[in-house]
């Protein structure tokens, strides 16, 4: 029986931690791109950061969530470092919300007779064709199912009598007689378990539980409440080890923030907690006390970050030359990896899509560069240059291949999670601009191909060839610049119409280039296999031409959309 009552334990934090996640998700699809623009304007200093940071941690529930946008923003240099470190300070101080919210509602309102009517009213907005209605549906539908975990976790734990478990009794008396050590073993046990269940919130419910029975007293749950904070830091660690250095040096920043604040309330443990305690007293004199006990660890969850954060809002510079200084970024980090995309535990659906977006910029601009290329290596004479520049273009192509497949599995990884309509249909034109950039790459590698084959030769072009592809390639070059403004463009200033003309001039000059090569072949102004080169090179900026025109309507489609 002990075993099946486990089991509905571990049922009963599954249906929190879902509740959660729902919440939290529905709340980023409703507010997500609000949220966002509202990020990058309001961090123009250290305080405005951390309000913000708060803010938009509270607003949806999640400082994971914060965390991928502010690090998004500081890869693609909408935010300093710093800034991003006032951000995530601020999110600690946002996150202690959802103590509360469960303090409040989970143990001071009977919210047994608000669940099931919570999600007859979600059903309906569920099902509504409507994005707005259908994630409000949800936010109400993981709402209900929060508090139907927290709930039933309370219920399990009563029906396993804790408060009268010989055993747990015993190991939680013998701890107590090591004095100050029982706060240290709690603070680790805190630390382990947030880890494994990677959720500071469900460890809190379980806290508030254990305390509101009188399993725990308030001095061992606030030790496992530090535990949290610091747990909750290590899981974002382990997810960024893959991510880019920019990623793991926020994540330690966030490390560093924690666990100075425990150790600086070990300090005064005992002090600093009676100090909470007292204040919660005077403001609600003479209530439950197992309602008072909850409001007490929401009370020093809250304080101890707002004094964290006020003591180290000071210091974030410093915090900033010890993280770049521990983490550098690899030798060819910069150049041949993914930049924005971190991956891993750190994304969440919705707030990813920045991030694809700017990692679709890069890759177009990577493409332009290697156009760039191509052009320096029709000029290159020197053999031992040449082979050098021809191996980076080759090396590019690869990147391009890989930098496709990454992002569209990335891509495709996003469009399984709980996503707004709109956000689908973004999803499927950046596949599409994807798909053509890595065209585009294709091209330029084909181009550098026909100069190596023409630099194998004993012939070279005349010089009227090669006032032609100078020509061809600069109209080329215009059309690769005006596509890559029109990628990076979020507020329609760049005129499409451009990219249009321009493609419609490839395609005349193409023409025209066609059957001037057929008259200068025949009056034997060059050989054949030169003329074959030459209209390869042509011909192959043409179809560059046609790949660079999709990438541009699949990016207005998406803008059109919006």
Not at 44 to 64: K, M
Not at 128 to 143: A, L, R
Not at 277 to 296: C, Q, R, W
Request: charged content about 20%; hydrophobic content about 45%; some cysteine.
């Amino acid at each position: 029986m002990s075993i099946f009552i486990f089991l509905k334990l571990i049922g009963s934090l599954a249906l929190l931690m879902y509740g959660m996640k729902t919440m939290s998700e529905a709340l980023q699809k409703l507010t997500g791109g609000q949220l966002r623009h509202f990020l990058g304007a309001m961090t123009t200093n250290r305080f405005t950061g951390l309000l913000t940071g708060a803010f938009v941690t509270a607003s949806v529930q999640s400082s994971t969530a914060t965390t991928v946008m502010t690090v998004s923003f500081v890869n693609a240099g909408l935010l300093t470092l710093a800034q991003a470190i006032s951000v995530i300070m601020g999110a600690n101080i946002g996150t202690t919300v959802t103590a509360w919210i469960m303090s409040v509602f989970g143990f001071q309102i009977d919210m047994n007779n608000l669940i099931f009517p919570l999600f007859a009213l979600a059903v309906p907005l569920i099902f509504s064709n409507k994005s707005q209605k259908k994630s409000f549906g949800e936010f109400i539908f993981g709402f209900a199912f929060m508090f139907l975990g927290l709930t039933t976790l309370r219920e399990n734990a009563m029906h396993m009598d804790l408060e009268h478990n010989a055993a747990i009794l015993g190991f939680i008396t013998s701890c107590k007689e090591w004095g100050f050590l029982s706060i240290l073993l709690f603070l680790l046990i805190g630390s382990i378990i947030t880890m494994c269940a990677q959720s500071s919130a469900a460890v809190m419910a379980i806290t508030l539980i254990l305390c509101s029975s009188g399993v725990l007293d308030l001095y061992l749950g606030i030790a496992l409440v530090m535990g949290e904070n610091i747990g909750t830091t290590v899981t974002s660690n382990i997810a960024a080890l893959t991510a880019n250095a920019q990623a793991r040096r926020a994540a330690l920043a966030h490390f560093i923030f924690n666990t100075f604040g425990v150790i600086w309330i070990l300090c005064i443990f005992h002090p600093f907690v009676n100090m909470v305690s007292d204040m919660v007293e005077h403001l609600f004199p003479g209530g439950n006390p197992e309602v008072a006990i909850t409001y007490k660890l929401s009370a020093f969850h809250t304080a101890f970050n707002i004094c964290n954060v006020l003591i180290l809002i000071w210091f974030i510079k410093p915090i900033e030359k010890i993280v770049c200084w521990v983490i550098k970024p690899k030798e060819d980090e910069e150049e041949f990896r993914l930049r924005f995309i971190t991956g891993g535990l750190l994304s969440t659906a919705e707030l990813s899509i920045v991030q694809a977006r700017k990692e679709i910029n890069l890759f177009a601009e990577r493409t332009r560069r290697m156009f760039g290329m191509v052009r320096d290596l029709l000029h290159t004479s020197n053999e031992n240059d040449f082979n050098k520049l021809f191996s980076r273009i080759e090396k590019y192509e690869n990147i391009s291949d890989n930098m496709e497949l990454e992002i569209a599995n990335y891509l495709n990884q996003v469009s399984e999670g709980r996503l707004s309509s709109e956000s689908k249909l973004k999803i499927r034109a950046m596949l599409r601009e994807v798909t053509e950039i890595e065209s585009i790459g294709d091209s330029c590698y084909n181009l550098a191909r026909t100069i190596n084959h023409k630099y194998r030769g004993n012939e070279d072009f005349t010089e009227k060839q090669y006032s032609h592809i100078h020509q061809m390639f600069q109209l080329t070059d215009d059309a690769l610049n005006q596509m890559v403004s029109l990628v990076e463009d979020e507020g329609h200033q760049v005129d499409v119409n451009k990219s249009f003309n321009l493609e419609n001039e490839i395609n005349n000059y193409r023409s025209q280039l066609k059957n001037q090569n057929v008259l200068d072949v025949n009056n034997k102004e060059y050989d054949y296999q030169m003329g074959v080169h030459y209209m390869d090179l042509i011909g192959e900026c043409e179809k560059l031409g046609d790949y660079i025109v999709n990438v541009v309507e699949a990016r207005t489609d998406m803008k059109e959309k919006k």
